[in-house]
Every structure is written in C-alpha cells, then in structure tokens.
C-alpha cells in the first residue's frame, strides 16, 4: 500500500523530474520568455510561504512535522495559515510544481501538479485525516467542517 509511503517531498522531486522530461520533446506553449520567469519566480516565492509558514505552526504548537507519522501529533493545529488550509505545505509543493510548469512552458507539464493533487488526497491526505479523526475526535470534524482541505 502506498499510503503516507513516500514522503511528500520526495514525490514533488519524482514529478518535478518527470515533468522535466515531459517538457523535452514538446513544444512549449508560446509566451514571452521573461514574462514566463518572472511568473515562475512568484509562484515559488508564493508557494515557498505556505510550507514555512506551516512548519512554524507546528513547531509552535510542538507537535510532529513529519506527514508519515500523523497519529503522533501531540496538538491540533488550527491556528497561523491552518485557520486557512487543512494542508498548506502540500499547497505549497503544488505551487511550486506549478511554478515548475510556467519555467519549463507549460503544457503538458501541468499534469503532473494535478497528479500531485490526485496522489497527495488519495495516499497522504485521507489516511493522515483518518489519523488526527482517531485523535482529536470532534475537534477535528469541526475543524474539517470550517477549513478546506486545500484552499
């Protein structure tokens, strides 16, 4: 099984590479070069917050940060940019795919940042909620019920 089996990432560095190798042999879509760079450079800036800004979360709260070991969270965290995504360091790994995408040109490129999506609820996001659900109880299911999983 592959759940919470391949730190998360690991799989942005797996689909960054893949998508790499997408981008070789296609034609980029056509857009100013510099326009293209500068829209890469702030969408990983961008994406670059959302994991910092969760792990400083955590770190506060002084509980695990590591996404293979959900139920050995100490504390839920609900406070800092988790008032606004259940799971900002994935939102910023998707960004930063994403900005990936923009440098290569985008194209098929994009595909993978929907496959990180696709993979990350399936095989990292279900089982760590099932964990924190076996947790904090209730808590969590109203936490559930007031932010989004992504955005």
């Known amino acids: ?11 942005v560095l797996i689909i960054g590479a893949a998508m790499w ?12 070069d510099t326009f293209r760079r ?8 961008v994406g670059a917050l ?7 979360a955590f770190l506060r709260a002084r509980t695990t940060v590591d996404p293979r070991t ?3 969270s100490s504390a839920l965290v609900r406070s800092g940019i988790y008032r606004y995504s259940r799971n900002p360091m994935y939102v910023g790994f998707a ?5 990936w995408s923009v440098f290569l040109g985008p194209g098929w490129e994009l595909l993978g940042v929907v496959f990180f999506v696709l993979y990350m609820n399936h ?6 909620e099932r964990a924190l659900r076996a947790l904090f109880g209730e808590e969590f299911r109203a936490y559930e019920q007031q932010v989004r999983r992504w955005l």
Request: hydrophobic share 60%; glycine share 4%.
């Open 1 to 11: 099984m592959l759940e919470k089996r391949i730190p998360p990432l690991l799989l």
């Open 21 to 32: 190798g997408i981008s070789a042999p296609t034609s980029p879509v056509p857009m100013d």
């Open 38 to 45: 500068v829209a890469a450079i702030v969408i990983f800036v």
């Open 50 to 56: 959302f994991p910092v800004l969760g792990v400083v």
């Open 70 to 72: 959900p139920e050995a």
């Open 95 to 99: 960004l930063w795919l994403l900005a």
């Open 123 to 128: 095989f990292q996001i279900v089982p760590e």
